[in-house]
């Protein structure tokens, strides 16, 4: 453990240079953008795979904390803290030991640019299995310290509903698996239908993701979805916060 926070302790250790992409997360009832997601990227704009590829258990944990720093900064370089739109931030459960010690460099960095606690989203997917009470551990520490959290794939992860009744974060990221074709299949249908039910009962706000097609987002502002997120809206930026397409939104 102590060879892991020697190593997240201020982001060194993760010699590989990168940056970010965005992508906006966008609210249709207000036609603006909610969020922009900060994804990692080569420095050319290469796929996050090119980067991705060279973490290791070595230097995860270094990664993980510059990737937070990298996406504040160029957020707020880009005008991103000048106005009410969050950030999405991905981050690994498995890369924090400790989280009011691993947080530290996420703080200070938010703080030296300005940018506001409660516009900052940490979003998880279950890649790997996590335990479920560090797990639960970080989300409650992120909550106290002021940021929003959100599962990202929700229903393709490990543990979904379990870890809904456990701890309710702010915001659910509803897998692409089950937003396309919803237009042309109604068990999709159902199954969102009735999980944006089960959501609006905890108070969690859902978003949408992977929408594509007119006919996909048409589907989804049938049963009620106010938040998507997709290509249809616009695909990653790289070092650009872009407004969204919203030519198509009724």
Do not use: W
């Not at 797990?135 to 959290?149: C, H, Q």
């Not at 999709?188 to 999980?195: C, L």
């Not at 009962?201 to 049963?223: M, S």
């Amino acid at each position: 453990m102590k060879v892991g926070c020697q190593g997240c302790r201020d982001g060194a250790g993760f010699d590989i240079p990168f940056s970010m992409a965005f992508q906006p997360i966008v609210d249709l009832e207000s036609r603006t953008v909610f969020a922009h997601e900060a994804l990692v990227r080569g420095l050319g704009g290469e796929g996050a795979g090119t980067i991705l590829s060279q973490v290791n258990d070595g230097n995860k944990y270094a990664f993980d904390q510059q990737c937070r720093a990298k996406a504040i900064e160029l957020a707020r370089d880009l005008g991103g803290g000048a106005t009410d739109t969050k950030l999405s931030i991905n981050f690994i459960p498995n890369a924090v030991y400790e989280p009011r010690a691993c947080i530290r460099l996420t703080l200070a960095t938010a703080t030296r640019v300005g940018f506001p606690l409660n516009r900052i989203i940490f979003e998880f997917t279950e890649v790997e299995k996590i335990d479920t009470d560090h797990l639960l551990n970080i989300l409650r520490t992120y909550k106290d310290i002021g940021f929003l959290t959100a599962i990202d794939d929700f229903g393709a992860g490990h543990s979904g509903l379990n870890l809904l009744a456990s701890f309710q974060p702010d915001i659910v990221k509803l897998d692409m698996g089950l937003i396309r074709g919803i237009d042309t299949d109604r068990s999709r249908r159902v199954v969102v239908k009735h999980t944006l039910a089960m959501l609006l009962d905890f108070g969690i706000k859902p978003i949408c993701e992977g929408v594509e097609t007119i006919d996909e987002l048409k589907a989804l502002q049938d049963i009620g979805v106010t938040l998507v997120q997709g290509y249809l809206f616009g695909r990653p930026a790289f070092e650009s916060l872009l407004p969204p397409d919203l030519q198509m939104v009724a």
